[in-house]
């Protein structure tokens, strides 16, 4: 599993002081906004005052009679400023149409001139370099539900956590090592349950919602997975927005540790691909774990989740020991706060 470096990082974050373009156009929009709510307005008075008259008309035809010229004449000019009001409103949501594509367009320019370009890797065995995605490709979609094997730490991708302070002085697992099996017994999670009890999971997942701000492990498509890797895996994760709602609703997730000199990227998700983080305040509130059973947990001094089995959980309750699967020596266990310790997901 290769670590980044994580030195520096508040260095390169925008001052926020490059948004006047998009500002003005904004309220160029609200205005116009305001412009058609009371255009439409004028047009339901007069349509309303247009159908009192002729009603006043109709029912002065039922007695025999007809309408006066006074009300003929004022019906008229309802039907002419009828005519120009709706051509003006018509004109007018075409116009804050225009607005809102410009506005999407410049904020999408500016997106993609901050995107990063390239950046580089530093491996747990040694240093890698991988090309990062164009800029137009910053933000990703995917649902997070697809059923690839879940990532080890064997030979991947792994971000160094800088500011998780335990010494671990473990080998890093082989490259050629095997992906994970997944441990044997009761407490296997993803065992043969059944397509029916995976399915039934999985629904109940995406009905968990989130809040901006919440701490979250995201299942991340990888940007240039390893041969023989998973191309999705587990990062520690901050929720920064939420886009739509019911079904559709999907979130942006900020990954915590980007790689040197690099924004921080974000990736949009559904709730299936997303496992809630516990406050640091909640911990005593978290279930024991059972030894043997099989987690995802966040590998030290990384932002990376990976498969591993729990040999057992400190007197406090707030460090469980793990033993990741595809470590060099097999008998290697990590200590891992409890609240990172988490359910496991394939």
């Not at 019911?246 to 990227?265: H, T």
């Not at 033993?323 to 988490?342: C, I």
């Amino acid at each position: 599993m290769s670590q980044r470096n994580r030195s520096g990082r508040g260095s390169n974050r925008n001052n926020g002081s490059g948004h006047g373009e998009e500002v003005q156009l904004w309220e160029s929009a609200k205005e116009k906004f305001h412009e058609i709510i009371s255009g439409v307005n004028q047009e339901n008075d007069n349509l309303a005052e247009l159908l009192k008259l002729d009603k006043k008309a109709a029912i002065a035809s039922m007695d025999g009679g007809k309408p006066t010229g006074s009300d003929l004449n004022k019906m008229e000019q309802n039907c002419r400023s009828g005519v120009k009001l709706s051509e003006n409103n018509s004109n007018n949501i075409k116009t804050l149409i225009e607005q809102l594509k410009i506005l999407k367009a410049v904020q999408q320019a500016k997106e993609a001139t901050e995107a990063p370009a390239t950046t580089t890797t530093s491996s747990r065995t040694g240093s890698s370099t991988r090309n990062r995605d164009a800029a137009a490709a910053a933000l990703y979609d995917f649902d997070g539900a697809g059923d690839s094997p879940v990532p080890s730490p064997i030979g991947g991708n792994s971000r160094k956590f800088g500011d998780r302070g335990s010494n671990r002085d473990s080998m890093p697992p082989k490259a050629d090592s095997v992906e994970p099996q997944g441990s044997t017994g009761s407490n296997t999670a993803g065992s043969s349950s059944g397509a029916l009890g995976s399915s039934a999971a999985s629904a109940a997942r995406s009905k968990v919602s989130f809040s901006k701000g919440d701490k979250v492990a995201f299942k991340r498509k990888k940007d240039e997975p390893q041969q023989g890797e998973a191309p999705y895996d587990w990062i520690l994760g901050e929720v920064v927005g939420v886009i739509g709602e019911g079904k559709s609703r999907r979130y942006k997730c900020l990954d915590v540790e980007p790689e040197d000199n690099v924004k921080p990227k974000e990736y949009k998700t559904f709730a299936s691909g997303m496992i809630p983080i516990p406050p640091e305040n909640q911990t005593h509130n978290l279930a024991k774990l059972e030894a043997g059973k099989m987690v995802l947990g966040l590998y030290p001094q990384t932002t990376a989740f990976y498969a591993a089995d729990v040999v057992g959980t400190e007197a406090d309750g707030k460090t469980v020991n793990l033993k990741f699967h595809g470590e060099n020596d097999s008998s290697t266990t990590h200590q891992v706060e409890r609240r990172y310790v988490l359910e496991f997901r394939p």
